[in-house]
């Protein structure tokens, strides 16, 4: 049994050491409307160089068969936009959501961070309703240095956004917030009415 308790403990330290090792993050990418496919960029450097990781997507057209599947994703959108409106409307959920975000951007540091974002719902009231929380929640989220510009438009869906961060994080620390925030009570408090029957 000591033996068992010995090799546990070890690998949680193992692991845990690793989890301490900051992971640097480059980030580029960027989306037009209105066929303009998403091209994006990222390049991940952990241990101290030793391992490094380049994704790449370029700019292509879209694939015939993604089309086919897209009439039953804007369906399965509209059946969420009820759940998606309680919680937007929820105030628990939008404090949680802030007090989340907050903790997350502290336990980033931010080299450099710009995003200009340009965005609409088919609904010009749900477009509003995001921009209402949106606007809110970045207050006080963001670095004094970054170029962050996040603009609503009420003409119709649309999504748009050109982006370059460079962070480093620290997976534990992220594990710590996101686990708190998931095990909170407010939380669950704050999910359940959106997932009531309508």
């Known amino acids: 049994m000591a033996p068992l308790l010995l090799a546990l ?4 330290g ?4 690793l989890l301490v090792v900051p992971i640097d993050i480059a980030f580029a990418g960027a ?3 209105p066929d303009e496919p998403v091209s994006r960029v990222v390049q991940l450097r952990w241990l101290f160089g030793l391992l490094e990781l380049r994704i790449e997507r370029p700019r292509t057209g879209r694939l015939p068969h993604r089309q086919a599947k897209w009439p039953a994703r804007r369906a399965a959108k509209r059946s969420r936009r009820p759940r998606i409106r309680r919680l937007l409307f929820n105030a628990l959920f ?17 080299r450099t961070l710009r ?13 509003g309703c995001l921009w209402g929380v949106l606007g809110p929640l970045s207050t006080g989220l963001l670095p004094a240095h ?4 996040i ?13 370059t961060a460079e962070v480093r994080i620290v997976p534990l620390r992220i594990a710590r917030v996101l686990l708190v925030f998931a095990l909170s009570p407010a939380t669950w408090r704050a999910l359940r009415p959106a997932w009531r029957s309508r």
Do not use: I, N, S, Y
């Not at 193992?14 to 050491?17: S, Y």
């Not at 970054?146 to 510009?149: H, I, L």
């Not at 119709?156 to 982006?163: C, D, K, L, M, R």
């Open 14 to 17: 193992l692991l845990t050491a």
């Open 9 to 12: 403990a070890g690998l949680v």
């Open 146 to 149: 970054a170029d962050v510009v």
């Open 31 to 33: 989306a037009k409307p």
């Open 94 to 110: 939008r404090a949680q959501l802030r007090r989340l975000l907050q903790q997350l951007a502290h336990a980033v540091h931010w």
């Open 151 to 163: 603009r609503p438009t009420f003409e119709g869906p649309v999504f748009a956004f050109q982006g």
């Open 115 to 127: 995003l200009h974002v340009l965005f609409g719902l088919d609904d010009p009231a749900d477009t």
